[in-house]
């Protein structure tokens, strides 16, 4: 809620209170200001590690007396527990901003754990989904008010974990949903990845580009491996194709209606994205253990290829965005990408000191020559931005 005075700024400039110019002044001594009194990285680490270990402490604490207070006294614990983070986070808002950042994320984490406590204390009937879409909901609720992008992550997080809880439970004993629900968490994370612009850089935005970030790779590997699961292990009734056109329609046009809210006129790259995210999907419906060996090797061929391609389209992506860490990611990409190949399809058909002497050498030049490449497309993003 810092920047509400430009809001309030552009307001009178339409209204032409003031000229301008007198606005330009007044951006420029606001921004200055914001500048002088921004805290340092050491303060922000202790301040979030704070934040961590009080949330922590407090669970704990609420845990090892659990079994020592009445169904009334663990509620009302309970409530006063969100409540008093909640309150001691506008108590300081005026004065410590980023304090009050971290005490209503704190609060908003309360809130998940007093959903599941009230749950156990009153007996309710167990559905694990129902209580994450109510904290989800607490976070956009919170979000709403306070536009701290502390719970615009908690939001984008748990979010897609209820969704994932409902068509896990409503696929419970039915084989074939796991891909449809990985390559939905798969188009998820790449939206988030990519909600940093040129143009649009908020906090929210690097909140999303982190965590899309860190599930990327995560989730490309979800979609290969669950083939896997596809089969069975004991299951016996396949997915009826109402469940098909519903879960692979959601997989694919919820993360692209969010694209299009976070990206406007560029969300063409994630429909791009959207369609190598079916194909890798695609492959990994055709990928089954029990299948002909020629079949299962050619499919996994098919699968490097595609992750090979992925990679180097993310690259590209980053280059047309001026985006470091979509270049840095697809180096990574690609590099697993071949290291798993030839762990899974080169070593095996080479002698013990052959494959030892192939993985040094991929290990030595493998690596330098992506070094090379990343350093080399990174310069090039740099001189773009001059």
């Known amino acids: 809620m810092a920047a509400n005075w430009e809001r309030y700024l552009e307001r009178w400039v339409n209204a032409g ?3 301008a110019g007198t606005a330009a002044s007044i951006r420029t001594y606001e921004t200055a200001k914001v500048k002088a009194q921004r805290l340092g990285w050491p303060v922000l680490f202790a301040i979030s590690l704070g934040g961590v270990l009080l949330a922590a402490g407090i669970l704990l604490f609420v845990a090892a007396h659990w ?19 909640h309150v001691a986070g506008a108590i300081v808002s005026t004065r410590f901003t980023i304090l009050s950042t971290v005490l209503h994320a704190v609060g908003t984490i309360c809130l998940g754990a007093g959903i599941f406590l009230a749950g156990q204390i009153f007996h309710l009937q167990e559905h694990w989904p129902l209580g994450v879409m109510l904290w989800a909901s607490g976070a956009w609720v919170a979000w709403a008010i306070l536009h701290d992008w502390p719970q615009a992550a ?7 974990v209820w969704l994932a809880g409902e068509w896990t439970e409503a696929t419970r004993g039915l084989a074939g949903g796991e891909t449809i629900l990985a390559a939905g968490l798969l188009s998820l994370a790449i939206t988030y990845l990519t909600a940093l612009l040129p143009d649009r850089r908020t906090s929210v935005s690097i909140a999303l580009a982190w965590i899309g970030g860190l599930t990327l790779i995560p989730a490309v590997a979800a979609v290969i491996q669950s083939s896997i699961f596809a089969g069975g292990f004991g299951r016996l009734l396949p997915l009826p194709w109402s469940y098909h056109l519903v879960g692979w329609a959601a997989a694919f046009l919820l993360p692209v209606t969010l694209a299009w809210r976070l990206r406007g006129k560029y969300v063409w790259w994630n429909v791009i994205a959207a369609l190598w995210v079916g194909a890798l999907s695609a ?3 055709r990928s089954h253990p029990y299948s002909s060996p020629s079949a299962y090797s050619l499919n996994q061929l098919l699968q490097y290829v595609i992750c090979a391609l992925g990679s180097v389209g993310l690259i590209a992506w980053g280059l047309k965005e001026a985006r470091k860490e979509r270049v840095n990611l697809g180096i990574v990409g690609f590099a697993l990408t071949v290291l798993f190949f030839y762990f899974s399809t080169v070593m095996d058909k080479l002698g013990r000191s052959a494959s030892l002497i192939g993985m040094g050498l991929l290990f030595l030049l493998g690596g330098w020559l992506l070094e090379k490449t990343r350093r080399r497309l990174l310069l090039r993003i740099e001189k773009g931005k001059e």
């Open 17 to 19: 209170l003031i000229d």
């Open 67 to 85: 079994d020592k207070l009445s169904p009334a006294a663990r509620f009302t614990l309970v409530l006063a527990l969100v409540a008093l983070m």
């Open 154 to 160: 908690l939001a984008a997080v748990l979010t897609p």
């Open 283 to 285: 492959t990994s419906l």
